[in-house]
T-cell receptor, first 111, second 114 residues
């Protein structure tokens, strides 16, 4: 079975540019999560969708961050404009019930 | 709100030695408990999970964990560590009851010496 698929795997962009990260959850899963991982803050939950509806976005750092889930098989996390402090690994994860499964991550560097 | 504590930031063991990684949680009821492993440059992979029943659970890669209600702990063990086990290990706690957002610990970095 295909796991959670994220793209791009690596992105280097200049400050001020728009960044879009993409995620395809595991087929049949009804919950989707976006996490950010940094050395300083560890693993942070940014936003959680259930049945394509955003349930909890309290972890989204600021208005520069936005996430959408237009259908059950696709989600995006957008940063506009990007800043160097956004450099991190962004993970998408999905679940059907209690157990969440992670993608390989999108490694973002903003210079 | 539930919380998860992994008291060891780094653990160093020799290859072939036994391993125990500690995890303590704070929550009134029995939560769902997980251990994940993250190899360098990779995502988090589920090692094992506990929901109910036998308090000793077996996972992949030869790992096991034991749930101890009296100690609010869910420690991860392996009898003989391999060099390929060097990674970051995360303990996570979920509430259940319709709320399936887990809380993750800060992780323990395992270093394996030859």
């Amino acid at each position: 079975d295909a796991g959670v698929i994220q793209s791009p795997r690596h992105e280097v962009t200049e400050m001020g540019q728009e960044v879009t990260l993409r995620c395809k959850p595991i087929s049949g899963h009804n919950s989707l999560f976006w996490y950010r991982q940094t050395m300083m803050r560890g693993l942070e939950l940014l936003i959680y969708f259930n049945n394509n509806v955003p349930i909890d976005d309290s972890g989204m750092p600021e208005d520069r961050f936005s996430a959408k889930m237009p259908n059950a098989s696709f989600s995006t996390l957008k940063i506009q404009p990007s800043e160097p402090r956004d450099s991190a690994v962004y993970f998408c994860a999905s679940s059907l019930k209690e157990t969440i499964y992670f993608g390989e991550g999108s490694w973002l560097t903003v210079v | 709100a539930q919380s998860v504590t992994q008291p060891d930031i780094h653990i160093t063991v020799s290859e072939g030695a036994s391993l125990e990684l500690r995890c303590n949680y704070s929550y009134g009821a029995t939560p769902y408990l997980f251990w994940y492993v993250q190899s360098p440059g990779q995502g988090l992979q589920l090692l094992l999970k506990y929901f109910s029943g036998d308090t000793l659970v077996q996972g992949i890669k030869g790992f096991e964990a034991e749930f101890k209600r009296s100690q609010s702990s869910f420690n991860l063990r392996k009898p003989s560590v391999h060099w390929s086990d060097a990674a970051e290990y995360f303990c996570a706690v979920g509430l259940g009851g319709g709320s399936y957002i887990p809380t993750f610990g800060r992780g323990t970095s395992l270093i394996v010496h030859p």
